[in-house]
């Protein structure tokens, strides 16, 4: 799949024309309905964001090409009746039988309650949330993108000059401070004095307050730059234009400053749904809580620009290395939190799946910023 | 008299029987007019952009109420947007513009939220009506503040609801994220789901919750008051000319009180129903952008409350349609909001037309 990024329009006219080509591959299988598939991706924001929503997008263009595969879209849907309401006409109207819902906040209330009324329809929800009381036509899949970021964090931390870096987050919730956390990490893994700056915007997407905050993290001396908020462009662009270096989160941003990306965590939906999809093509089920890294392809790093040294280049590839292998960790202990408190004890380790990673709600030494 | 005296009385008598209703036609002909010029400018957009109108219209239709589960859609999405239009039409009646009605809606849905997780263990028939009441009191003293403001001080009510929205918002996040907020949300911050006894269903045999129906009630009684009430009449007067108004003694302080009060009494039972009915807990997914699309509403409307019931449903339909929009012709999400702004503007022009047309005004039919 390309990484070059897509216009709006150019992504249209790209769908548009793969989606005529599907329907006429699709054609000689008409008498044969159970070779055909109509699946419904629903995104909270625009599909060209350069961020979360865009992902998504990338890994539903991937299905357009597989045969008897017809694939519907609908981009900025509230987390309100509008989901449940797009979720419905996309079966009514659509005859869609695989549902792709993928922003956090639709799974409760909305997916849990329409699903029971449409039996025959499979919704899958990315977030992770699937649990047994659940119903069973609702899965759940999620990828462990920290390792990703704690990636991002050693190239930045050979990258940093003044020894300080800088993150704009959305909100201080779990998945948001793992983030933050890893960034740090990875960056303390190259030089233990570095320290991270965060600032909370307190929305998903509010480009003009992240605007604000990347402008305040580079006055206050922060020389890399990254991002937790669903559409990271305007970070991207606001910091290379002060002159800081950028790591990428969601999807490749390299575009927007090639000379200043160092690399990116991404997610890597293309791979996860195409499988996904053979699987029910052949005509299995996806299980109900499917989750992946690094190692399973759920997650992908962008390529190293042209920034990184090869001294960061080898602590890459060989933490990536390691991180493939399995058990690799980095939340061990001892590690104390930012206001001086033992978070993990010594000698406890959590590797990158252990549920207990799911309620962070510190923020480790050496990140400056407050929880609330 | 003569028969040709008495013939010319009968003709008169049957024109003048035509002219009470010639006045009112003006009232809708004109923005049904403006209805139809708006959606044909927005049709050569369409033919512009390589576009077919027709078949656009003809989605827009299917979607929005060409089918049961179309009007299902239509309705549940209305139910907010009859509330929200409510809290811009009572103080209109003033000759107030209250743009701010989404701060009443998240405040009126926040109280909700928490007022509902603290009633847990009371029965319904009780514990629904005291939720619902706590919405709209947060929601009446949050827009009844505007209307404090102008009285005592003099603030424009139009910046001081807008900027209280904001800080309602923001009020909001504060709260769900802090104090109330549920520790088990954990990426998404809320209040504590409501106990299921404490949730507000669906309308039997309909996918609509009653949201729907309270807001209908709402809009009638609402006319009522202002058509039929001397309240009513008073606002009228005083939004006309407030100092007409105060010099005939009527109380303008407490009619502006207790409009932009009702009003925003509204906007919180629209939060109330949000949180009951549709998301189960006070989150910040109660800012959806009601309240503005409620002003768009109340001024279609001409801020009269029965008028806003269509006016609702059509842009209920709108947003209904958006989707299949989007997925059929391959147009962008945006596409409904342009055509909402283009139906906007035409209809805010076709304004200047009131008064031009001899056909809506009998006393000047004998001139000719």
Known sequence: MSHLPLSRRGF??????????????????????????????????????YGYNQSHAEGAAALKSMPGVTVVEEEKVAETVDVTKTMESMINFDGATLLFPTSFGYFDPFILELAPKYKTVRFEHCGGLWTDKDPKNVGSYFGYIDMAVYLNGICAGHATKSKKIGFVAAKPIPQVLENINCFLLGARAVDPSITCQVIFTGEWSMPVKEAEATNALCDAGCDVITAHVDGPKVVMQTAAG??????????NQSALAPDKYLTGAEWN????????????????TIDNFVRGGLAEGFVKMSPLGPAVSDAARKQFADTQAAILKGGFSVFKGPMKDNTGKEVIPAGKVYLETDVALESMNYLVEGVLGSTS | MTDQAMARAQRRSGVDGLAPLARRAEGVVLPLGALAAGLALFGLLLLALGKSPVEFYALVYKAGFGTAFSWANTLSRAAPL?????????????????????GAIVLGGTATGALGVWLGGVP?????PLMAAAGAAVGALWIGAVGALRHYRGVNETIASLLMAYIGIALMNHLIEGP??????????????????????????????????????????????????????????????VRAAQVQGLPVG???LGFTALGGAFAGLAGFFEVAAVQGSANASLAAGYGYTGILIAFLARQNPLAVIPVA???????????????????????ILVLKAVVFVVILVSDTLYGRFRLFAPERWRRS
């Open chain 2, 82 to 102: 009859l509330f929200a239009a409510l809290c811009v039409a009572l103080p209109a009646r003033l000759g107030l513009v209250v743009i701010g009605g989404e």
């Open chain 1, 242 to 251: 002060r002159g800081a270096y950028i790591c990428g989160y969601h999807a």
């Open chain 1, 12 to 49: 249209l006219r790209g769908t548009a024309g793969l989606a005529g080509v599907t329907a006429l591959s699709s054609l000689p299988l008409a008498a044969r309905a159970a070779d055909k598939l109509t699946v419904g991706f629903i995104y909270v924001g625009a599909k060209d964001d």
């Open chain 2, 254 to 256: 407490r009619l502006i």
């Open chain 2, 124 to 128: 319904p028939a009780l514990a629904l």
């Open chain 2, 313 to 335: 449903l059509l842009l209920a339909g709108f947003e209904a349609s958006s989707g299949l929009v989007q997925r059929r012709m391959d147009l962008p999400d945006a596409t």
């Open chain 1, 269 to 284: 939906w293309g791979k996860v749904y195409t499988d996904f999809l053979t699987k029910v093509m052949a005509g299995g």
């Open chain 2, 180 to 241: 109330l907020r549920d520790p088990a949300s954990l990426n998404k911050p809320s209040t504590a789901p409501l106990p299921d006894a404490l949730r507000v269903g669906d309308i039997p045999g309909m996918d609509v919750h009653w949201g729907l129906v309270v807001a209908l009630v709402c809009c009638v009684l609402t006319w009522v008051l202002i058509e039929r009430t001397t309240w009513g009449f008073a606002a009228r007067i005083a939004g006309d000319n």
